[in-house]
């Protein structure tokens, strides 16, 4: 075995996670940022192969396996987390939000490199406990926000293994069958529109869909960023999603076009939503749904340019996406303001916050040149392929909305009202939005680089930079402009968009309220009943003439109480208890000789 195939990465952010409270913050902050780097060249030099083994309750955890899937989530994971923890640095965290911090990217770290479903539900649950707790460190309003993400991610985690549980002991597949077959498997089927699937992969498939925020399971996404510090959303943005994408296409390895067509309808729904939101980091919240759904396509389509395109995705989501709340972040440092309705224009007062966010802003929306560009055109090309037509219109409406909602927060963040003169990012910031900047570039002129470390880079072969992907782009840019131009009244009346959250997140919290209330008030008449039923019982054992009392016809009574005079003792045991017993014994007479006439 090769010597790096027995260190995973996430033991060597681990062992920095270890040094976080022994050293200075200045150093802590650099250790981590190297151990990071570290995991990038691991994942470039470490060979395909399993690594270390254990055994769990009979079960083999493969602690390590890399492929072509796992090599690119840990260069990427470790690549954007050494500039998250520069970011952070700068933002004047302490050594606490580090150590969760890391402790969150080790969680995914290990999520993404295990060979079996036990190891990943490990990593997963870690995952959603770790990211919680560096939630809850920002204190005030993340600490509610934190409790409605970790109940969310706990409804999902409870799904994701019950899928798991009924797949491996119920279907027998072996403990290491790191996939699902989503057309229905060992008769536990179930019909939806017309087509058979199976319960454990439906059970799996939305609680992966949980995490990675599918249409009626995201509200913890919008909700939960936009409340804690703003360098703890820089790493929110990269792992928690990007890791539910990875769990998705392990789950449906061949496609699944629920899969996709849930993809496509994010992308649209999310695009919309942004376009709604005066929230800076809330509207980019949106846009990781939206992106999301992107991805989901490709895996969804199940082709290689598919899970290429949609990997290839996750990859320059990382970057533009990390960027693009960088950017939001130094302009929330430095005015202290969050919303596009609570400052003026900040122009070019504020080159780097301007230039972080025109590159993420350019790349997410796939303009050629950046690195959004070159994946989006092998989504689209994937589904093109497969001849999916409502399919690609969909992304074509996802890909509109972007472009509407990024002219929006450029216009409202930057021209629109009065100037004002805010203090631009140090250097520091300066430096790690620039690398990020120079990676969503680099990655987008250079396609060769990216298509070296996506799945399937030796099976199929694209270039991006056509005349058909330059039209298609050009019109979608236009659509995006004519969507804001139509809408600039409203948008003006509103001074940027209106949380749309303020209608719907009531809803559905009292909603759930409602709900839980009655499920609990339920719980409490039976809970009641059974007390009840309890201590009658327990009556009638310690004084039974009572209860027979109360249970014989009222023409009888006076003759009870006269027998009951009569009996030795005068408690009204002897006889309740005899009469009992010729009544039980009558009642079991009569049910055995009427089974044995239906008999």
């Not at 490990?122 to 970790?150: D, K, L, N, P, Q």
């Not at 009346?493 to 609990?520: E, Q, T």
Request: net charge neutral; proline share 4%.
């Amino acid at each position: 075995m090769n010597e790096l195939l027995t260190v995973p990465p996430a033991l060597i952010v681990a062992v920095a996670i270890a040094l976080v409270p022994l050293l200075s913050r200045r150093l802590a902050h650099g250790v981590a940022t190297l151990s990071l780097i570290a995991v990038v060249a691991w994942g470039l030099l470490a060979p395909e192969g399993v690594g270390p083994t254990a055994t769990f309750m009979g079960f083999e955890i493969i602690v390590l396996e890399v492929d072509q899937f796992s090599r690119l989530m840990a260069i990427i994971f470790g690549g954007f987390g050494a500039f998250a923890v520069a970011y952070a640095y700068f933002a004047e965290t302490n050594n606490r939000h580090l150590m969760w911090g890391l402790g969150y990217v080790t969680a995914s770290l290990w999520t993404v490199m295990v060979g079996d479903w036990l190891g990943l539900l490990v990593g997963w649950e870690a995952m959603a406990i770790a990211s919680t707790i560096f939630i809850w460190h920002t204190g005030g309003r993340a600490i509610r926000t934190g409790f409605r993400y970790a109940l969310a991610h706990a409804i999902g985690g409870s799904l994701l293994l019950a899928g798991i549980v009924l797949y491996l002991f119920t279907l027998d597949p072996g403990p290491t069958a790191l996939h699902f077959d989503g057309t229905g498997i060992g008769g536990m089927e179930v019909p939806i529109f017309g087509l058979d699937v199976s319960v454990p992969a439906l059970l799996a498939g939305v609680g992966i869909g949980l995490n990675a925020a599918i249409i009626g399971f995201h509200a913890w996404l919008p909700d939960t960023y936009p409340s804690p510090h703003v360098a703890t959303s820089v790493f929110l943005a990269c792992y928690t999603t990007k890791t539910a994408v990875y769990a998705a296409y392990r789950a449906f390895p061949e496609g699944n076009l629920y899969l996709a067509y849930m993809g496509g309808a994010m992308a649209i729904y999310g695009a919309a939503f942004a376009l709604a939101q005066k929230d800076m980091r809330r509207l980019l919240s949106y846009h990781i749904q939206g992106q999301v759904g992107f991805m989901l396509v490709g895996i969804g389509v199940g082709t290689q340019l598919g899970i290429a395109g949609g990997f290839a995705h996750l990859f320059n989501h990382i970057l533009y996406k990390g960027l693009l709340f960088m950017a939001a972040g130094i302009i929330i440092l430095k005015i202290g303001k969050e919303g596009l309705d609570q400052f003026g224009a900040i122009g070019t007062t504020a080159p780097i916050a301007l230039g972080a966010f025109l590159v993420g802003a350019l790349s997410i929306s796939g303009v050629p040149g950046f690195n959004g560009f070159v994946s989006k055109g092998m989504l689209t090309d994937a589904v093109i392929a497969r001849e999916l037509g409502v399919l690609e219109w969909m992304l074509y409406l996802g890909s509109v909305g972007t472009f509407a909602s990024f002219i929006k927060f450029g216009y409202y963040a930057f021209l629109d009202g009065k100037p004002i003169d805010m203090p631009d990012a140090d250097w520091g910031h300066g430096l790690v939005t620039g690398g990020v900047a120079a990676g969503c570039i680099g990655f987008g002129l250079y396609y060769p680089a990216l298509y070296a470390i996506v799945p399937f880079s030796d099976a199929w072969g694209a270039e991006p930079y056509t005349l058909y992907q330059f039209t298609k782009t050009s019109l979608l840019a236009a659509g995006g402009l004519l969507v804001f131009v139509v809408g600039k009244p409203l948008f003006d009346r509103l001074h940027g968009g209106i949380d749309v959250n303020r209608g719907h997140d009531p809803l559905a919290f009292y909603g759930a309220k409602g709900l839980s209330g009655g499920i609990g008030g339920t719980y409490n008449r039976v809970n009641d009943a059974v007390v009840d039923t309890g201590w009658a019982l327990v009556r009638t054992a310690h004084d039974p003439s009572r209860t027979i009392r109360t249970a014989v016809p009222t023409g009888w009574r006076d003759r009870y109480d006269q027998r009951l005079e009569r009996t030795p003792g005068k408690t009204g045991g002897k006889l309740g208890i005899g009469l009992t017993i010729y009544v039980a014994t009558g009642v079991l007479m009569l049910a055995l000789g009427f089974a044995l006439f239906i008999h």
